[in-house]
């Protein structure tokens, strides 16, 4: 059969004949789907009478959730991914999915990342059957979430986890993330973004140059004047604003990274210049000054 041709064996027996033929051979790959086993901690409810309404899909939802977390605390673990997962009576099985930072077993906090989300649900006839998966778990140690009484001032006392939870509802709107340092001492490297629960090692003698906490994202270029070709400037100007230098303090010199750097990469002197009016900037002259007595001033950045 292999050595028949393949038009007539496909019109008489149909594409899936010459597709197993091929699989067998190999001479096309056949992906195997494994069967995952159900996750360790989950929760699910079936109705009689398919559910439609918002409001019976958070009622659900308040019903699964203390479940999963009392299953995830007695297991000492916390989840980091949580799955609602909806069947409809048409077959359709839709899926919303909330993350955390930490690991968390707070049926609350875990309520209101999905209170947003659960917007993206399309019951169309209805739901016959909510489920809740924690899809990703972490061991948790035991912690104490508040003195006893824990209030302040008569406020009520924040929690440890009052950060990571501000953290998470953010993150579902928009990206959220931190800044950790890199081993470079050129400033568009010496940081990276990391994630917002990410550890950050600082290296050693890390923060003893002073240096503005965000860079421009484009450095802008200026007009300087200076006492001496290679002083600090005295009075800055870019396009039709001017200002007069009061005090100044540097040069601190910056050499190219010879091992990443093209080789007519020119150094750069940084100043910290406090200008009329109280502002306060990072600026920077780009190489040696020229014959014409001509060099290049850039605004790095701001001081806040």
Known sequence: ?????????????????????????GERPRPLRPLRPPPDFAAARDFLEP??????????LDRLLPEVCAELEKAGRGARRLALLAFRVDGNVQAVAVGTGLPSR????????FREK????????????????????????????????????????ETPWALAQLLDRLSQRL???RLAPRASHWPERAVARVGAFDPVALPHGWGAARRPLRLLRRPLALQAMAMLP????????MSQASWRVLRAEGPERLEPEWWRDRP??????????????GARL???????????????????????
Not at 11 to 18: C, V
Not at 284 to 301: E, I, K, N
Request: glycine share 10%; with cysteine; net charge positive.
């Open 106 to 113: 707070d049926a609350a906090h875990f309520a209101r990342l």
């Open 175 to 177: 990206a959220v993330w």
């Open 282 to 304: 990072w600026v920077c002259r780009s190489g040696p000054v020229l014959a014409d007595g001509t060099t290049g001033w850039w605004l790095h950045g701001r001081f806040e």
């Open 230 to 237: 290679d002083g600090p400037p005295v009075l800055l100007r």
């Open 264 to 277: 007519d990469r020119r150094f750069r002197d940084y100043y910290r210049v406090e200008v009329a009016g």
């Open 51 to 60: 559910i439609v309404t918002r409001e019976a899909i958070d009622a659900t």
């Open 1 to 25: 059969m292999l050595q028949q041709p393949r038009a007539p064996l496909a019109r008489r027996f149909g594409a899936a004949l010459t597709d197993t033929l091929d699989a067998a051979t």
């Open 118 to 157: 659960l917007e993206r649900l399309s019951p169309g006839f209805g739901f016959e059957r909510l489920a809740l998966e924690a899809l990703a778990t972490e061991a948790v140690a035991a912690a104490q979430a508040a003195l006893p009484g824990g209030r302040r001032g008569g406020a009520r006392a």
